[in-house]
T-cell receptor
């Protein structure tokens, strides 16, 4: 089945220690998104890639970076995690940008704990 | 500005009861898209339905039905004969071309179905 895969499902890191979360997709979608979701809140978009074009949300901290080496993979790098970065990180994909109502399909998420 | 309001933060029902989750949206765009996602305790956001602003037909899928009314800017979701497996957080979301296609989420409604 075509799907969005995120690894690992749970990640524990130390305060200030860089961490990378990964996402892969077999849908061959052009767009990949990263969301941060804190407890009892809606997902918050951090950035997205349309093919190789990177689009950062205005309020995404510089501490968050992303890489997309090819169509299938996208990484979220947190350079110096703080306690406030503990959250669920969701990856999503869509075939085109959402301006024409494209559905976003989500992965299972990575739950990040910062000690 | 676009906004989605899910006024019900938590709903608790007993199995086999019918339950309706409310969603009210605000947008100035004439072309827009509405979505419902389900987020079970495992964390993955599961796509349920997409509706465009020109299609006001109600939709039924098994025990799920959706009522889209442009006159009241509402897109409500009803689960008939609820089951324990329906327990989850449900998000309503909005996107439009003029807003760059971003998904604007409501705050979510946590549904608890008790046996």
């Amino acid at each position: 089945d075509a799907m969005v895969i995120q690894n690992p499902r749970y990640q524990v890191t130390q305060f200030g220690k860089p961490v990378t979360l990964s996402c892969s997709q077999t849908l061959n979608h052009n767009v990949m998104y990263w969301y941060q979701q804190k407890s009892s809140q809606a997902p918050k978009l951090l950035f997205h890639y349309y093919d190789k074009d990177f689009n950062n949300e205005a309020d995404t901290p510089d501490n968050f970076q992303s890489r997309r080496p090819n169509t299938s993979f996208c990484f979220l790098d947190i350079r110096s995690p703080g306690l406030g970065d503990a959250a669920m990180y969701l990856c999503a994909t869509s075939s085109r940008l959402g301006g024409q109502g494209e559905t976003q399909y989500f992965g299972p998420g990575t739950r990040l704990l910062v000690l | 500005a676009q906004k989605v309001t899910q006024a019900q933060t938590e709903i608790s029902v007993v199995e086999k009861e019918d339950v309706t989750l409310d969603c009210v949206y605000e947008t100035r765009d004439t072309t827009y898209y509405l979505f419902w996602y389900k987020q079970p305790p495992s964390g993955e956001l599961v796509f349920l339905i997409r509706r465009n602003s020109f299609d006001e037909q109600n939709e039924i899928s098994g025990r799920y039905s959706w009522n889209f009314q442009k006159s009241t800017s509402s897109f409500n979701f009803t689960i008939t004969a609820s089951q324990v497996v329906d327990s989850a957080v449900y998000f309503c979301a909005l996107s439009s071309y003029n807003q760059g296609g971003k998904l604007i989420f409501g705050q979510g409604t946590e549904l608890s179905v008790k046996p």
